[in-house]
């Protein structure tokens, strides 16, 4: 630089701005004298490898002059911390990495308590099975052969009536009474076989006389003879037998038959009478 002893003699007026030159000149020099700490022909930060091992180091991006410090407590502006990414868990956000997606939209993940009661409970925990088997009374094992005998008659008076009935609801009931007391006779011969009871597999005489009677009915009055004198009674036999097993029997699953068959039972008598009333005037 210029020394000043080298300039002619200025006037007093304009000493004082000279003086400030020279302070500014000499402040301008020693500036560019230093160099920026830390920083390197660019204007970047030493290369300092990152803590994670992935990705530039905290010196391989551009100063930032004017940004608040990574610790400063919060951006006033943008209320949240300084030098945290938005989106990270310290933001409070959720993250794809921590957060269940529906459909590509984060979803809240479910509470330790939902999940329990969402839970279905164990196997096992409710059972309605019947309760063990007791071995069979007599009066138990006298029930089942006349119950099996008196199915076996009524599916023999359904075939017969579906081939002879002249009415079409007589022909109805006879159907019925072929399929529903052949499956109480499947459940009972069932049931016999895991209680080593052995049931009848034939018409007693009594019984084949009347299967007789029947088929020799003349047309005109056959229908009325099969559901007044062999529907109705049958089944005011049957269901009086059930009733009394019902009350008798110690057998869970044997009781539970006889639940099952009396609801049928009764269905067939009501049919049957409502088939015999004369018809209104």
Do not use: W
Not at 79 to 106: D, L
Not at 218 to 236: K, L, R, S, W
């Amino acid at each position: 630089m210029t020394s000043i002893k080298n300039k002619p003699f200025l006037p007093t007026s304009q000493r004082p701005l000279a003086g400030l030159l020279i302070v500014a000149a000499g402040l301008l020099a020693a500036g560019c004298d230093r160099g920026a700490p830390n920083t390197d022909a660019n204007g970047m930060a030493p290369n300092t490898p990152a803590a994670s091992g992935v990705g530039p180091g905290v010196g391989n991006s551009p100063t930032n002059a004017g940004a608040p410090p990574p610790d400063s407590p919060e951006n006033s502006r943008t209320g949240s911390r300084v030098g945290i990414p938005q989106g990270s868990p310290e933001a409070g956000m959720a993250t794809p990495e921590n957060t269940p997606t529906t459909g590509g939209v984060g979803a809240v993940a479910p509470s330790p308590g939902a999940a329990a009661s969402a839970a279905p409970p164990a196997s096992g925990t409710s059972s309605t099975a019947p309760g063990p088997a007791v071995p069979l009374s007599a009066s138990e094992k006298a029930f089942m052969a006349a119950a099996h005998v008196a199915g076996l008659y009524e599916i023999e008076v359904g075939r017969i009536g579906a081939e002879r009935a002249q009415d079409t609801k007589v022909k109805a009931l006879a159907g019925h009474l072929v399929s529903e007391h052949s499956v109480a006779n499947d459940a009972l011969r069932g049931l016999a076989a895991l209680r080593n009871v052995e049931l009848p597999t034939s018409l007693p005489p009594d019984r084949q006389a009347d299967i007789d009677k029947l088929k020799k009915a003349p047309a005109a009055q056959f229908d009325e003879t099969m559901v007044q004198a062999v529907v109705i009674p049958a089944h005011q036999d049957d269901i009086a037998r059930f009733e009394r097993a019902q009350q008798d029997a110690r057998d869970p699953e044997l009781k539970a038959f006889i639940q099952r068959t009396l609801p049928t039972l009764h269905q067939h008598l009501k049919s049957a009478q409502t088939l015999a009333l004369p018809p209104k005037s």
